[in-house]
């Protein structure tokens, strides 16, 4: 095949991922939607009991197909606008990064119980 591909072998990403916690029993392990937003990944990551981090409104969406928790989120972009911000706050969202006090100042008020 001259063009590149992606090949995805589910088990072993499950197997990584066991691993990883194991490595870190102590602590949540938030996944990068950004990094592979595969439906197939994605499911199965909820179901071995990942979280995942989101950076725009496509990665919200793609975790919210999957039916994952708002509560199971972290919005970290940072340099996220407004609306991104409302919409990831309209879906549960409670955990966001900021870098700056503009960003803080756009969180206290779309985003205000976070």
Do not use: W
């Not at 990068?32 to 989101?54: I, M």
């Not at 793609?62 to 407004?82: L, W």
């Not at 870098?99 to 969180?107: E, G, K, M, V």
């Amino acid at each position: 095949m001259d063009t590149p591909r992606l090949e995805l072998d589910i088990a072993k990403v499950e197997e990584q991922y066991q691993r990883f916690t194991a490595a870190l029993p102590h602590f949540e392990v938030y996944y990068s939607v950004k990094t592979n937003d595969n439906q197939r990944v994605l499911s199965l990551l909820k179901r071995c009991g990942s979280k995942f981090e989101v950076v725009s409104p496509s990665d919200l969406e793609a975790v919210v197909k999957r039916g994952i928790s708002g509560e199971d989120i972290i919005h970290s972009n940072p340099v996220a606008h407004h609306d991104n911000i409302a919409q990831a706050y309209a879906y549960g969202v409670r955990i966001f990064t900021a870098q700056s006090t503009s960003t803080i100042d756009a969180l206290a008020e779309h985003a205000p119980e976070s």
